[in-house]
């Protein structure tokens, strides 16, 4: 069955620190990637997402992520963080048939210091 | 870019009635649709897949009577929470994807429904 794992639930930096926010999958065949961002009381904003090709993607607001395949991972990643990116992160997995639906991670929420 | 709508925001009911929470795609057409739901601090968990002009599938463990979904044209599904109790409260999110394929490869999410049974 397919499954995301989000290991850490809450991650604070600082300011202009950088980021990674961890993401881990299962499921069996090529997946479809997501990261979205959730601000408090709010829907879902796509950040990036990887189908195919290069597999360091870029995303908005700085964003990037890296599929590895070998590991199963997804991390994303931002080099300076601002104190707006506060927020629930969301790693998602699609299958292949629709990706419209969606097996999404536990969520990470970021707190940023000043 | 494409947008989906959803309404209300946020509704406060008292227990044992019926609530009714929109989904509507404003500028594609989305025979599939889908319904999750959020707990506090929790995860998106997918409720069901609303398919236009025939039944919805529900996933396991999400009771087909109490979450009535209609997806009556090619913009708009509805999520339909019947004899609401407090348990009920939660995020509501519904998505729907860019047709038609092989272009569906994203899916816009709503705002989202905060409900608040009491």
């Known amino acids: 069955a397919q499954s995301v794992t989000q290991p850490d639930i809450h991650i604070t930096v600082s300011e202009g620190a950088s980021l990674e926010l961890r993401c881990n999958y299962s499921y069996g065949a090529t997946p479809y990637l997501f990261w979205y961002v959730q601000s408090p009381g709010q829907g879902l904003q796509l950040l990036l997402k990887y189908f195919s090709g290069d597999t360091l993607v870029q995303g908005i607001k700085g964003f990037e992520a890296e599929f590895k395949r070998s590991q199963s991972s997804f991390n994303l990643r931002k080099p300076s963080v601002h104190w707006s990116d506060a927020a629930e992160y969301f790693c998602a997995v699609g299958t292949s048939s629709n990706t419209g639906k969606l097996i999404f991670g536990q969520g990470t929420t970021l707190q940023v210091k000043p | 870019g494409a947008v989906v709508s959803q309404h209300p925001s946020w509704v406060i009911c008292k227990s044992g009635t019926s609530v009714k929470i929109e989904c509507r795609s404003l500028?594609?057409?989305?025979?599939?649709m889908f319904w999750y739901r959020q707990f506090p601090k929790q995860s998106l968990m997918l409720m069901a897949t609303s398919n236009e002009g025939s039944k919805a599938t529900y996933e396991q463990g999400v009771e087909k009577d109490k979450f009535l979904i209609n997806h009556a044209s090619l913009t708009l599904s509805t999520l339909t929470v019947t004899s609401a109790h407090p348990e009920d409260s939660s995020f509501y999110i519904c998505?729907?994807?860019?047709?038609?394929?092989?272009?569906?490869?994203?899916?816009?999410f709503g705002q989202g429904t905060r409900l608040t049974v009491v």
């Open positions: 500028d594609f057409q989305a025979t599939t």
């Open positions: 998505s729907a994807p860019r047709q038609p394929l092989p272009l569906n490869t994203e899916a816009f």
